[in-house]
């Protein structure tokens, strides 16, 4: 079993920045990389940003130049630094623990409380 729990998140204005944070605990060796996720309401969950132990990162097309996904490893922590929000940012942020190959991010079944991110216009 992996535990992740997500912080950092709440309310700004256009412009500004959030950065939130996900610590694992757990059965963590079985991971080779984590993910981040949102979830606005009425809309599916989609993958915002992903990385590799290794440090190999990927990102959805509506985030990049503005998000930064990186980790500690030591600490077991995953980060998502978000500039520039948008209100179309607004959602909840889920942190996930899955696995990357050939390019392609697979989520496992783990997923944090999620934390809310909501930007004003």
């Known amino acids: 079993q992996v535990q992740l729990v997500e912080s950092g998140g709440g309310l700004v204005q256009a412009g500004n920045s959030l950065r939130l944070s996900c610590a694992a605990s757990?059965?963590?060796?079985?991971?080779?990389?984590m993910g981040w996720y949102r979830q606005a309401p009425g809309k599916q969950r989609d993958m915002v940003a992903c990385i590799t132990s290794g440090g190999t990162t990927n990102y959805a097309n509506s985030v990049k130049g503005r998000f930064t996904i990186s980790r500690d490893n030591a600490k077991n922590t995953v980060y998502l630094q978000m500039n520039s929000l948008k209100p179309e940012d607004t959602a909840v942020y889920y942190c996930?623990?899955?696995?990357?190959?050939?390019?392609?991010?697979?989520?496992?079944?783990?997923w944090g409380q999620g934390t809310q991110v909501t930007v004003s216009s």
């Open positions: 757990g059965s963590i060796f079985s991971i080779n990389a």
């Open positions: 996930n623990a899955g696995e990357y190959f050939s390019g392609t991010y697979y989520p496992y079944d783990y």
